[in-house]
């Protein structure tokens, strides 16, 4: 026994640690970090552990879609462009993006992920405080979930939008933003039933790919047309790219075209 205690701490502990991936998958992951700080820090050598379970979603039950469906939004419908933050609330870049926000004056669209809105509903909460627009962008980014029954999608899409009222009881939510841009009719039909419009985009500097702040600046300043929905992300990784570029970015698009709220 005095042996096998330890072990069962290592073991338990690399199953922790191995269970909560970046993305944070199971309910309840968002506590597990400070559990593992205070543990002792045995250091465990790579020993052969189990493999966790996989209790993420089933997998997908419809063909990859070769295009994008009908009835997505795309643009604002006005000359003025929207600036849209995927991946959030993050809480080192979402407060940065709402500082710079709220100096320019400009409103913008967050799609939230449902599992970080649980996790930090105080930025939910400023969000909206601040006049901003709130989107769905699922529990847990699965890039997958339009391939989905439409019963798990909708499951999903419930799961986020209520962890975001938990943080603002009264949030209107209305848009749904497909992670990867992996739309289906399914998810968009599944999002219109829950009263969100389906929210995609004009202009993809694809900051997620870590380009310089010049870049993204660049790409984003010589695409942008009136009316344009441009996509950025505050969260999902470091963003300190986005957030310099973010200050030419809504400087320029501001004096040329206006940036408005999505309505
Ligand atoms: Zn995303």
Known sequence: MPLRAPLALVLGLLLLVTGCGRAGSRPGSGTAAPAWSTAPSPTPTPVATPSPKRTGPPPPVRPRPTGLPAGLRKTTGVRGVALTFDDGPDPV?????????????????????GSRARRYPDLVARIAREGHQLCNHSWDHDIELGRRSTAAIRADLKRTSAAIRDAVPDARIPFYRQPGGRWTAEVVAVAKELGMRSLHWTVDPQDWAKPTGPTITKRVTTAARPGAVVLLHDGGGDRRATMSACRHVIKDLKRRYGIVKLR
Request: net charge positive; hydrophobic share 50%.
């Open 93 to 113: 870049y979402t407060p940065q993006v709402l500082d710079q926000l709220r100096a320019a004056r400009v409103k913008a669209t967050f799609c939230v992920i």
